[in-house]
């Protein structure tokens, strides 16, 4: 008996009872719908009442490729997806028609010196060592398109490092930017749980000039910080101008529905030693080594 093995399991495993089922015969009752795996039933799947279950899954999947990689901790980089590449800001002004349009272009432009920020600090964050167990820290984390999320991704890239990107369904087609890491690069049907995933590891967020979509992302972690939910983290805004300008603060303050403390949540940042060192006094503060 000492030399009996014995097995893991007895079961066999659902990838092979899916391939069984596609070779089967055909027959009425066979091809019929109500005769499909589960699993393999997009139809079912899709029902409304499986909302629940899709939920799950969005939650589950990426948890997992996160853990394959030895993930332990992001920083998130969020900003628009609008704002050109500065060698390339110029085409705005020529595409423009009309004084609005030119206005526009000539305020993106002037902004397009973030994507060079960008890029930098996501290879300053992505220099950071891993720990003695293989865990990832820092690894850097965007929405996974264009603009500034590509900065972020390129910056990763340029290091050696491997990076995220979180990219979600739009009516309007749109592909991962070319500087994901393939095997990190995953695609969301909810908001909401993207949004999850974006701060369950985030252990750093610098926020770029950005619209609705980055006012959702980042005010939505603000909120979390200042009711407790989420702990405390670094959150970095770079542009204090275009900020000020578009979000008064101060005006929430004085009208008493933020509390004065309540803006210090927010590190503003104009470049990215100034904001990888704005992380590193965060936690050396804390007296910890490495992001828990």
């Not at 002037?110 to 920020?117: E, F, G, I, N, R």
């Not at 293989?134 to 929405?143: A, E, I, L, T």
């Not at 049907?189 to 369950?200: D, G, I």
């Amino acid at each position: 008996m000492t030399d009996t093995r014995v097995p893991s399991r007895v079961f066999r495993d659902a990838k092979h009872e899916a391939e069984s089922a596609r070779t089967q015969i055909s027959t009425p009752q066979t091809e019929h719908p109500s005769y499909r795996l589960a699993f393999q039933d997009m139809d079912f799947l899709l029902r409304e009442d499986l909302r629940p279950i899709r939920f799950q899954l969005e939650l589950l999947k990426p948890e997992l490729v996160f853990d394959a990689a030895n993930i332990a901790s992001t920083f998130v980089i969020y900003g628009s997806a609008r704002i050109p590449e500065p060698s390339k800001a110029g085409a705005l002004l020529e595409l423009a028609q009309d004084d609005r349009a030119k206005r526009i272009a000539e305020r993106l432009i002037a902004k397009s010196k973030y994507y060079d920020v960008a890029r930098e600090l996501a290879g300053l964050a992505s220099n950071f060592p891993q720990s003695e167990d293989g865990k990832r820290h820092f690894v850097v984390c965007s929405g996974g398109g264009p603009s500034i999320m590509e900065a972020a991704n390129r910056g990763a890239s340029e290091a050696g490092a491997e990076s995220v990107g979180l990219n979600i369904v739009l009516p309007h087609e749109q592909a991962p930017n070319p500087y994901v890491t393939p095997s990190l690069s995953m695609q969301f049907h909810y908001f909401a749980l993207r949004k999850m995933h974006f701060l369950l590891r985030a252990r750093a967020v610098a926020v770029f000039p950005g619209g609705f979509g980055t006012f959702d992302e980042s005010f939505e972690l603000l909120t979390l910080i200042q009711t407790g939910k989420v702990e405390p983290i670094p959150v970095l805004f770079y542009g204090r101008e275009f900020w000020e300008r578009v979000v008064n603060l101060e005006a929430l303050c004085d009208e008493g529905v933020i509390s004065p403390r309540d803006l210090d949540l927010i590190t503003f940042c104009e470049t990215a030693e100034e904001g990888w060192k704005a992380v590193e006094e965060f936690y050396r503060a804390r007296g910890d080594e490495l992001p828990k």
